[in-house]
Nanobody, 124 residues
Framework: QAQLVEPGGGSVQAGGSLRPSCRAS????????MGWFRQAPGKEREFVAAINWSGGTTNYADSVKGRFTISRDNAKNTVYLQMNTLKPEDTAVYYC?????????????????WGQGTQVTVSS
């Protein structure tokens, strides 16, 4: 089993930055794709970003392209989500997750393990 812990959320003013991370336990972290999703109150969980096993391929939701960057450090079993130019509509609980294969995915159903989530709040 994978265990994912997501420190790094918090509260910022619009235009600010945060960098939540996702620390995974286990020894097979580097074999799997990873993703970030978010869920705002009263809304469905939505895709944010994904990264393949090596970090060479990334994908982003249109709403965050150019502002967010997903990266991974397999030696540290950690995935990062650098969030710049934050907007109030980015406010949500952010979840990291791992797929059962080497690729990330837009679809939540493709992820096998999920972190507990970290709150990101952006004020106007």
């Amino acid at each position: 089993q994978a265990q994912l812990v997501e420190p790094g959320g918090g509260s910022v003013q619009a235009g600010g930055s945060l960098r939540p991370s996702c620390r995974a336990s286990g020894r097979t972290f580097s074999r799997y794709g990873m993703g970030w999703f978010r869920q705002a109150p009263g809304k469905e969980r939505e895709f944010v970003a994904a990264i393949n096993w090596s970090g060479g391929t990334t994908n982003y939701a249109d709403s965050v392209k150019g502002r967010f960057t997903i990266s991974r450090d397999n030696a540290k079993n950690t995935v990062y989500l650098q969030m710049n130019t934050l907007k109030p509509e980015d406010t949500a609980v952010y979840y990291c997750a791992t797929t059962s294969g080497g690729s990330g995915s837009y679809y939540a159903q493709m992820y096998s393990y999920w972190g507990q989530g970290t709150q990101v709040t952006v004020s106007s």
